[in-house]
T-cell receptor, first 116, second 111 residues
Framework: DTGVSQDPRHKITKRGQNVTFRCDPISEHNRLYWYRQTLGQGPEFLTYFQNEAQLEKSRLLSDRFSAERPKGSFSTLEIQRTEQGDSAMYLC??????????????FGPGTRLTVL | DQQVKQNSPSLSVQEGRISILNCDYTNSMFDYFLWYKKYPAEGPTFLISISSIKDKNEDGRFTVFLNKSAKHLSLHIVPSQPGDSAVYFCAASGDGGDMRFGAGTRLTVKP
């Protein structure tokens, strides 16, 4: 299967701990996106990369959040000093966008984070 | 700022009938619109899209209509099947990478 994969699928942590999630995009896709989804809401944009460059960050992405895509392939999203409000589904998506235009994004299964 | 709105949280239709899901947007810079379907414990699955240069796009049982003057789009599913039961999200994007989603409509298709 060559879809978007995310690891882990579930993460339970205690408040104040750091967590890191990984996303592997579709191999030929140059763009990678991170979203957060809470119950009853649609996905909310966090940040995206074009190749290894992080081009845009939402104001939702506080300084406790950091994302990297060091070689333009997989990406990691780290949350430091987790808070209960960070509990959500974290979704990764990828797309092929040869120019500046947005294109159809394909999502992974998500990582569900629970902060106790 | 909710730039994409789906005002119906749920919709129930009989198998074989038409399902119509609606979506409104406020940002006139949006020029690419998508519908995603989501099952529990899975990520959203791309369904169909439409560019602002068109007013209709069809793919099998799914048709998306775009009314730019009203800033409104709709997804028609004909005929509806029980397997279509899921949460449907409307999404919109413009220049740049971020995509804005509505809150979703839960469709239930009854046999």
């Amino acid at each position: 299967d060559t879809g978007v994969s995310q690891d882990p699928r579930h993460k339970i942590t205690k408040r104040g701990q750091n967590v890191t999630f990984r996303c592997d995009p579709i191999s030929e896709h140059n763009r990678l996106y991170w979203y957060r989804q809470t119950l009853g809401q649609g996905p909310e944009f966090l940040t995206y990369f074009q190749n290894e460059a992080q081009l845009e960050k939402s104001r939702l992405l506080s300084d406790r959040f950091s994302a990297e895509r060091p070689k333009g392939s997989f990406s990691t999203l780290e949350i430091q000093r987790t808070e209960q409000g960070d509990s959500a589904m974290y979704l990764c998506a990828s797309s092929w966008a040869p120019g500046v235009r947005a294109d159809t994004q394909y999502f992974g299964p998500g990582t569900r984070l629970t902060v106790l | 700022d909710q730039q994409v709105k789906q005002n119906s949280p749920s919709l129930s239709v009989q198998e074989g009938r038409i399902s119509i899901l609606n979506c409104d947007y406020t940002n006139s810079m949006f020029d690419y619109f998508l519908w995603y379907k989501k099952y529990p414990a899975e990520g959203p699955t791309f369904l169909i899209s439409i560019s602002s240069i068109k007013d209709k796009n069809e793919d099998g049982r799914f048709t998306v209509f775009l009314n730019k003057s009203a800033k409104h789009l709709s997804l028609h599913i004909v005929p509806s099947q029980p397997g279509d039961s899921a949460v449907y999200f409307c999404a919109a994007s413009g220049d740049g990478g971020d995509m804005r989603f509505g809150a979703g409509t839960r469709l239930t298709v009854k046999p």
